[in-house]
């Protein structure tokens, strides 16, 4: 047995995102995609996990794991259910979440915008309006102006990249647009988003840390596939890398490996296992994409601000989400600054166009009562919090 020790305040927490726990979040451009005729979607997220109403009991239990971290995001339609016109009730209810995160000892760490879109942004564009970054810089603006002072970490967007890919180019998520050029458009008004958006948090109240998350895979070239792999990489990755340039962190999120020819994806290798979402088990992408990232900006701190496995099996999830933590280990001693981990997810939610299906929950859900119970990998992850230390055979 090895005992793994982090370094004194290393941040354990959990995460989860507005629109795959809230519930009713009717206003957004994910719900309408939703309950359009002819979307890939399996089923909609309807009353979700009720965190909207749910939040102190799941805060609870954050807290009683031992964990020191809770990120959440705000939901934008709410905030702002038509242009300009702002819901100070919203505001309020986010305030309290996350002064009811301080008062059970946690940091919050708020993402300022998760996948969803209002629809009266959408319906004049989205991402593709020219004023769409001044729109969202504006909502950072009078969301920080309302709780800034009570912040512990900020992340502007989570993954930039999936939101511009899967919306753009692959068309499983709203708009469900198929176009290159497209995506590479909507890319950048996401990056020049960013930019404006960190300008109007570190000017509001508080004194945070700000950055962006990424969805980073560890991409691995097959035979004749390391063109195809750079290009991939940069249109995926290092454009939203560059765009970090000045932050105090970057937030990597990573689930798998993706082996690429010089076709594309290859596709999960013959007899390794698959997750619930159809990607390869391998905890090991996790050490690759912090190096990558750590590397590709040129020392900027890191915060793993996603990890974890889409599993029915418990003893799995314990053991895939052991060895990723073992891996960032190995990075601290190489002197890489790694300043936490957040596991995917605190509770089996709302998995996109995948439905309730996968299950990444440290806790389950029940889908007619919304009680929650806490799984054995909860416990674990809460004792190895609590140690600051990992234990591995």
Not at 336 to 360: C, K, M, Q, T
Request: proline share 6%.
């Amino acid at each position: 047995m090895a005992h793994l020790a982090f370094p004194d305040g290393f941040l354990w927490g959990t995460a989860t995102a507005a629109h795959q726990v809230e519930g009713g979040n009717v206003n957004n451009d994910w719900w309408a995609f939703e309950h359009a005729p002819g979307t890939v979607c399996v089923e909609p997220s309807g009353d979700a996990c009720d965190s909207w109403n749910r939040w102190p009991e799941d805060l609870d239990i954050v807290a009683g794991l031992g964990l020191g971290a809770y990120r959440f995001s705000i939901e934008w339609s709410r905030i702002e259910p038509a242009e300009g016109e702002w819901s100070r009730a919203a505001i309020e209810h986010y305030r309290r979440m996350c002064a009811g995160c301080h008062e059970r000892g946690l940091v919050p760490i708020v993402t300022f915008h998760h996948f969803t879109t209002p629809r009266w942004l959408a319906e004049r564009g989205g991402w593709e309006a020219s004023d769409a970054p001044e729109r969202f810089a504006r909502l950072c603006a009078r969301v920080v102006d309302g709780l800034g002072d009570l912040v512990g970490w900020a992340c502007t967007f989570n993954e930039p990249n999936i939101v511009s890919s899967m919306g753009y180019r692959f068309g499983v998520f709203p708009p469900a647009v198929r176009d290159g050029a497209r995506r590479d458009a909507v890319s950048g008004a996401l990056c020049r988003a960013h930019r404006l958006g960190v300008e109007a948090l570190r000017a509001g109240p508080g004194d945070f840390p700000v950055g962006l998350t990424l969805s980073m895979t560890d991409f691995q070239a097959a035979d004749g596939g390391e063109e195809r792999l750079e290009r991939v990489r940069r249109t995926s990755e290092d454009v939203f890398l560059e765009a970090t340039a000045g932050d105090d962190f970057v937030g990597v999120q990573t689930y798998s490996r993706d082996r690429i020819g010089p076709d594309g994806s290859l596709g999960p290798e013959p007899g390794v296992p698959v997750t619930q979402m159809g990607y390869e088990v391998w905890p090991a992408a996790l050490e690759a994409t912090v190096r990558r990232a750590w590397a590709r900006t040129g020392g900027t701190p890191v915060l793993v601000t996603e990890n974890g496995i889409g599993t029915a099996d418990d003893e799995q999830r314990r053991a895939f989400v052991s060895e990723a933590i073992a891996g960032v280990h190995r990075c601290l001693g190489d002197g890489i600054d790694v300043r936490g981990y957040l596991h995917w997810s605190l509770l089996d939610n709302f998995e996109w166009v995948l439905g309730y299906g996968p299950r990444f929950g440290l806790v389950e859900v029940d889908r007619t009562t919304f009680g929650r119970r806490p799984k054995p990998s909860a416990g674990w992850f809460g004792a190895l919090a609590r140690a600051n230390a990992l234990e591995v055979v």
